[in-house]
């Protein structure tokens, strides 16, 4: 009976030190919410002619354009401010992402950044080399390409597949 209670008094004291490393942990909380709030990415294009600042969550906080943007047709601005808010939101993302796995990446052994990383390179379709033919046709027409969405994670309940209510047996 003495080392069932000797296993007892072990499991409390292994589950109260857990519960200190989770205080410890979430006492950092207040912190990594002020740093994610003070995130900021500005990304300039290539040719100088437009810049995309953005912030927490990836939200666009300011569009400049220089003066050379006037000198581009309609197609190519619009095509260039994309682009580039497409890495300014990306990068402010990334960011958000390497603030929460310093705060609790080790604690819950998660890898946030790369999470991110491969969300984003598979929402772009950029995980894998697509054949010439493909990639040279994505880049003709890309408003006409569908988007890539990532599958989302299976539950045991597959009752709603065909996203209906009515149990099919």
Same mark, same amino acid.
């Given at each position: 009976?003495?080392?069932?209670?000797?296993?007892?008094?072990?499991?409390?004291?292994?589950?109260?030190?857990?519960?200190?490393?989770?205080?410890?942990?979430?006492?950092?909380?207040?912190?990594?919410?002020?740093?994610?709030?003070?995130?900021?990415?500005? &990304?300039?294009?290539?040719?100088?002619?437009?810049?995309?600042?953005?912030?927490?969550?990836?939200?666009?906080?300011?569009?400049?354009?220089?003066?050379?943007?006037?000198?581009?047709?309609?197609?190519?601005?619009?095509?260039?401010?994309?682009?580039?808010?497409?890495?300014? &939101?990306?990068?402010?993302?990334?960011?958000?992402?390497?603030? &929460?796995?310093?705060?609790?990446?080790?604690?819950?052994?998660?890898?946030?950044?790369?999470?991110?990383?491969?969300?984003?390179?598979?929402?772009?379709?950029?995980?894998?080399?697509?054949?010439?033919?493909?990639?040279?046709?994505?880049?003709?027409?890309?408003?006409?390409?569908?988007?890539?969405?990532?599958?989302?994670?299976?539950?045991?309940?597959?009752?709603?597949?065909?996203?209906?209510?009515?149990?099919?047996?």
């Amino acid at each position: 009976m003495s080392a069932h209670i000797d296993e007892l008094i072990a499991q409390f004291e292994n589950f109260q030190t857990k519960v200190r490393q989770a205080e410890a942990n979430f006492a950092g909380v207040g912190d990594m919410q002020e740093r994610i709030a003070q995130v900021e990415n500005a &990304v300039t294009s290539p040719d100088g002619a437009v810049t995309v600042v953005a912030g927490a969550s990836g939200t666009v906080t300011d569009i400049r354009l220089a003066a050379g943007a006037a000198r581009l047709d309609t197609a190519q601005l619009s095509v260039l401010i994309m682009s580039t808010l497409r890495e300014a &939101v990306a990068g402010a993302v990334r960011q958000q992402a390497g603030i &929460v796995d310093d705060a609790f990446g080790d604690a819950f052994g998660v890898n946030t950044s790369e999470q991110v990383r491969q969300a984003q390179a598979e929402a772009w379709g950029t995980e894998a080399e697509e054949p010439a033919s493909e990639h040279q046709a994505a880049q003709q027409t890309p408003h006409q390409a569908a988007p890539r969405r990532r599958p989302g994670p299976r539950d045991d309940d597959d009752y709603f597949d065909d996203n209906s209510v009515l149990r099919r047996d």
